[in-house]
């Protein structure tokens, strides 16, 4: 057994999270039991999901108490094997923490064959979830070329492969963020038809209507951005909500969403997605995916921060103004 550094809630983040909300402690890590490995934790995947799960009640996934070593993906490499399903070396992805070593169930972990061209990172985003998540929204959106697409944080993590995708199939990919730098991004490097800013939706509705309107809009923030974008779409248009992260931050009841007559005059399909429910197509999707970045017609775009101690900014920069990309924090040659 030898001691480590892992970052624990020290509190409930009131609103968007604070660094006060989080504790370094020096913890100890277990041996290794039967059907169990060592991982070394090399990238922490930073997800807003996680903060649903730091509320006091958490409305999605396992809550988190004061105490607790914070939970989130990552991807490590094992150091010590006691299950036959994984040898020293392999490469993994599972929940293994805010934590520098994790003692993990081989059977919970799913190890990567990691492509030495592309590096391990590209595994936690454009060919991990958020990539996969990208490509089986615009899936079930049917999203075609012509089609007018509208992406929310389209410079995120999930949205800006989404966005990469849609241009790609010949859509008309318009990208909305709250940040000026992610805007100009969007445009000069992916390439995007169109940018708007998110913050005035009275503005930007009327902007898309005069634009031609809105064919599928893949929705991960809701709110009045949600409502902005409904009073724009076409007739037959298709909506995926797959996150409300306009909501994560506030105690109450998540905001509500706008008309519903809007659905019925337009005959709209809205539906809602998450991506584990779709796990019998992840093999086909990651095949292409890992295709087209080989290829360099999807770029990965990633924004990387440097140790364990950086982590509690780098999750709180999620909901604030993160560079474009897929945020992670890479713990190679960590002191803590
Ligand atoms: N359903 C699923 O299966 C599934 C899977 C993965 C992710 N998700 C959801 O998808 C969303 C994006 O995840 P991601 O990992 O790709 O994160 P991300 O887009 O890389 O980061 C979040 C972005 O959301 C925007 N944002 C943050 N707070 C906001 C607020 N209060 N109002 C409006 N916009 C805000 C910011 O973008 P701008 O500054 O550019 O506006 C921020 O950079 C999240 O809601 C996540 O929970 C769902």
């Given at each position: 057994m030898s001691a480590q550094t892992a970052i624990v809630l020290a509190r409930h983040p009131q609103g968007v999270p604070h660094l006060d909300d989080f504790r370094f402690e020096q913890r100890n890590?277990?041996?290794?039991?039967?059907?169990?490995?060592?991982?070394?934790?090399?990238?922490?995947?930073?997800?807003?999901?996680?903060?649903?799960?730091?509320?006091?009640?958490?409305?999605?996934?396992?809550?988190?108490?004061p105490g607790d070593v914070i939970p989130g993906r990552a991807l490590g490499r094992v150091r010590t094997s006691r299950d036959p399903s994984l040898k020293t070396g392999d490469w993994v992805i599972g929940d293994l923490g805010w934590q520098r070593f994790s003692v993990m169930a081989a059977q919970s972990l799913s190890r990567i064959d990691v492509d030495d061209g592309l590096g391990p990172s590209v595994y936690l985003g454009a060919l991990g979830s958020p990539g996969l998540t990208a490509a089986l929204l615009l899936e079930a959106t049917q999203a075609a070329a012509g089609d007018t697409v509208v992406i929310s944080a389209a410079a995120g993590a999930v949205g800006n492969v989404a966005a990469q995708l849609a241009r790609l199939r010949g859509c008309r990919v318009i990208g909305l963020s709250g940040s000026q730098a992610r805007r100009d991004y969007l445009l000069s490097v992916l390439g995007l038809d169109a940018v708007h800013d998110h913050r005035?939706?009275?503005?930007?509705?009327?902007?898309?209507?005069?634009?031609?309107?809105?064919?599928?809009?893949?929705?991960?923030?809701?709110?009045?951005?949600?409502?902005?974008?409904?009073?724009?779409?076409?007739p037959l248009g298709r909506i995926v909500m797959y996150g409300f992260i306009s909501g994560y931050n506030s105690s109450g009841k998540p905001a509500s969403y706008g008309s519903m007559m809007e659905v019925l005059r337009k005959r709209l399909t809205v539906s809602g997605f998450l991506v584990g429910d779709h796990a019998s197509l992840f093999p086909s999707a990651l095949k292409q995916l890992h295709e087209l970045v080989r290829s360099g017609r999807l770029t990965v775009v990633e924004n990387i921060h440097q140790g364990l101690g950086a982590t509690p900014q780098a999750f709180a920069s999620l909901f604030d103004a993160a560079p474009p990309g897929k945020t992670l924090v890479c713990l190679d040659d960590d002191p803590l």
């Amino acid at each position: 057994m030898s001691a480590q550094t892992a970052i624990v809630l020290a509190r409930h983040p009131q609103g968007v999270p604070h660094l006060d909300d989080f504790r370094f402690e020096q913890r100890n890590v277990p041996d290794a039991g039967d059907g169990e490995v060592l991982v070394e934790v090399r990238y922490l995947s930073m997800d807003p999901f996680l903060r649903l799960q730091l509320a006091p009640s958490a409305s999605m996934g396992r809550p988190v108490r004061p105490g607790d070593v914070i939970p989130g993906r990552a991807l490590g490499r094992v150091r010590t094997s006691r299950d036959p399903s994984l040898k020293t070396g392999d490469w993994v992805i599972g929940d293994l923490g805010w934590q520098r070593f994790s003692v993990m169930a081989a059977q919970s972990l799913s190890r990567i064959d990691v492509d030495d061209g592309l590096g391990p990172s590209v595994y936690l985003g454009a060919l991990g979830s958020p990539g996969l998540t990208a490509a089986l929204l615009l899936e079930a959106t049917q999203a075609a070329a012509g089609d007018t697409v509208v992406i929310s944080a389209a410079a995120g993590a999930v949205g800006n492969v989404a966005a990469q995708l849609a241009r790609l199939r010949g859509c008309r990919v318009i990208g909305l963020s709250g940040s000026q730098a992610r805007r100009d991004y969007l445009l000069s490097v992916l390439g995007l038809d169109a940018v708007h800013d998110h913050r005035d939706p009275a503005a930007l509705s009327a902007t898309l209507v005069e634009r031609g309107g809105v064919d599928v809009f893949l929705d991960s923030i809701g709110g009045a951005l949600h409502d902005a974008v409904l009073s724009s779409m076409n007739p037959l248009g298709r909506i995926v909500m797959y996150g409300f992260i306009s909501g994560y931050n506030s105690s109450g009841k998540p905001a509500s969403y706008g008309s519903m007559m809007e659905v019925l005059r337009k005959r709209l399909t809205v539906s809602g997605f998450l991506v584990g429910d779709h796990a019998s197509l992840f093999p086909s999707a990651l095949k292409q995916l890992h295709e087209l970045v080989r290829s360099g017609r999807l770029t990965v775009v990633e924004n990387i921060h440097q140790g364990l101690g950086a982590t509690p900014q780098a999750f709180a920069s999620l909901f604030d103004a993160a560079p474009p990309g897929k945020t992670l924090v890479c713990l190679d040659d960590d002191p803590l």
